[in-house]
């Protein structure tokens, strides 16, 4: 019954559709119910502190120099024994990332040689303003750890004098 | 004509077209919902329970849409013209019976608002009104997709309009009238559709082009014509042409309930219950509301599943397959009516679905033989 193939195409065609009505929705209710995000998903930056508190960003621009789309900004200060931020020589004072510009490429994250900065699994990013699209440091930093004294600490003279603290190798 | 009568009929008019405004809102949501399914989404969720607020949300949202006008537009069609295409959508079902007549307090109340004797005449004149309002839409936006969008409209119109009327006339063969009350009465034993099977595919095959909906929705195939007709509309004038678009679905669909399903009646395994349309008349309206919600749900289906057809041979497979079956069926039909009234034999009539089905069959595989021929060309 060759001559019947155009209507059972058709047929066909239908069908499919029609079996597809009674299979589960693959929707996620987003708001209610947000999915994981895969382990190496590229989310808002987040800058991180050692357990003590001290902020691992020394402070050396190398993500704003790695960066292709010019999203970030450092400025950087001097450490005191009385003020201090990093185990470095010197700190970010100054950290904003422009999230309009940002691509999430995650080339600042292997620039960074404290590891001070990865992008995290953050992605709900909106906002209503462009001014509001530059996110400072504040906003960045992650929480001081239970533990920690919150930046800046005061420290025994001579305890920090490396300009880079030293790093054990990257785990990942 | 007493005060009482004239009472009745505002009634019945004001709850028809509130029914199909409504009901218009409503088919929104369940094309959105059953397309959802299909795709294997949920659909509108969030505007209440189910997303049942959806509608109004849409309705309140194009209310408070800015309403352009084109600069070089003419103002007067551009303004008139979805009112002319809504209108013909609301008052088309003006004939269409929802119910058997019922006997209140003494009082007889049928439920039609006009049994006009030419009734499936009144329907075609109707339907073929609407085309104005999507070419004048077209024309006056002075746009040339718009334009386009409504000389396509058009054309298929006019090419489907008579397949879709010469498949009436096999039922008014049969029923031996064009009014639409005595059409559904004489369903009482059997449906249409299993004395006229062919005339049925042609009607919803020609009712699909007749209402511009996918896979024949060249008029506004959104690749080729960005919207169509509606390219320059936005408001409220846009949700007049979507109204009209979609009140002109339910007037089909309860169009083609009443001539080929039955209409109002049972269905066939309720007859001879307590549930038949005899014994308890308001079920009437039951009964067409089921029959039109499968229908809408067959035009959503083909939705889903169909890409759409190209221009020209919208227009070969409308000219050259649908007219000549359509007529033969009619030629089928009357012989097979005229052998039963000689030889008083009513059996006689099942000749017709088998004679007709033999005739689709040879049109199926005429089409089929085209479109090998054309394989062999190309290769």
């Known amino acids: 019954m060759r001559v019947l193939e155009p209507l059972i195409e058709l047929v066909r065609g239908l069908w499919t559709t029609l079996r597809f009505m009674f299979e589960k929705p693959v929707t996620v209710q987003y708001p209610e119910h947000k999915k994981p995000v895969k382990a190496r998903f590229r989310g808002r930056h987040v800058l991180h502190r050692y357990e003590n508190g001290l902020e691992k960003c020394i402070g050396c621009s190398l993500c704003a120099a790695a960066c292709p789309s010019d999203a970030i900004f450092v400025e950087s200060s001097e450490n005191t024994d009385e003020q201090r931020f990093s185990p470095g020589e010197r700190y970010a004072s100054t950290y904003e990332i422009n999230m309009l510009r940002c691509i999430f490429c995650g080339f600042c994250e292997d620039a960074c040689p404290t590891e001070a900065i990865t992008l995290g699994d953050q992605y709900e990013l909106s906002f209503t303003e462009r001014s509001q699209a530059i996110y400072p440091k504040e906003m960045l930093i992650e929480p001081v750890p239970s533990g920690g004294k919150p930046t800046p600490q005061k420290t025994e003279p001579g305890t920090f004098t490396r300009s880079v603290p030293e790093m054990k190798d990257p785990q990942d | ?379």
Not at chain 2, 269 to 298: A, Q
Not at chain 2, 332 to 343: G, P, R
């Open chain 2, 1 to 379: 004509m007493t005060l009482a009568l004239l009472i009745e009929w505002i009634i019945k008019a004001v709850v028809l077209v509130l029914v199909l405004l409504t009901g218009f809102a409503y088919l929104t949501l369940y094309e959105r919902k059953a397309l959802a399914r299909i795709q294997m989404r949920v659909g509108p969720n969030r505007a209440g329970p189910w997303g049942i607020l959806q509608p109004i949300a849409d309705a309140v949202k194009l209310i408070f849409k800015e309403e352009l006008m084109p600069a070089r537009a003419d103002k007067l069609l551009f303004f008139l013209a979805p009112i002319v295409t809504l209108v013909p959508a609301l008052v088309i079902t003006a004939v269409v019976p929802w119910g058997p007549d019922l006997h209140v307090f003494g009082y007889t109340i049928t439920l039609y608002i006009a049994d006009v004797n030419v009734g499936v005449l009144y329907i075609m004149s109707v339907a073929s009104i609407a085309v104005y309002g999507i070419v004048l839409a077209g024309w006056s936006s002075n746009n040339k997709y718009a334009m386009m969008g409504g000389l396509r409209s058009t054309a298929q119109m006019i090419s489907y309009e008579i397949a879709l009327g010469l498949s009436f006339v096999g039922v008014i063969l049969l029923a031996g009238s064009a009014q639409m009350t005595e059409i559904v009465n004489a369903q009482k034993s059997a449906w249409f559709v299993l004395l006229q099977p062919v005339g049925t595919v042609i009607f919803l095959i020609a009712t699909l082009a007749e209402v511009n909906r996918a896979p024949f929705d060249m008029p506004e195939a959104e690749q080729e014509l960005t919207a169509g007709y509606h390219t320059e509309y936005s408001g409220m004038k846009f949700a007049l042409l979507f109204m009209a678009e979609y009140d002109k679905m339910i007037a089909i669909c309860s169009i083609g309930a009443t001539l080929f399903f039955g209409g109002y009646r049972e269905f066939w395994f309720l007859s001879n219950t307590i549930l038949s349309v005899d014994r308890t008349p308001w079920l009437g309206p039951v009964y067409i509301f089921i029959k039109i919600f499968i229908l809408l749900f067959g035009m959503i289906w083909v939705r889903a599943t169909f890409p759409r057809i190209r221009y020209d041979r919208l227009m070969a497979f409308g000219w050259k397959v649908l007219l000549p079956l359509s007529l033969a069926l009619i030629f089928i039909t009357a012989t097979f009516i005229l052998l039963a009234q000689q030889s008083n034999n009513s059996l006689l009539l099942w000749g017709i679905p088998v004679v007709s089905l033999l005739a689709g069959l040879l049109a199926v595989s005429l089409v089929y033989r085209t479109l090998r021929r054309k394989e062999y060309a190309r290769a």
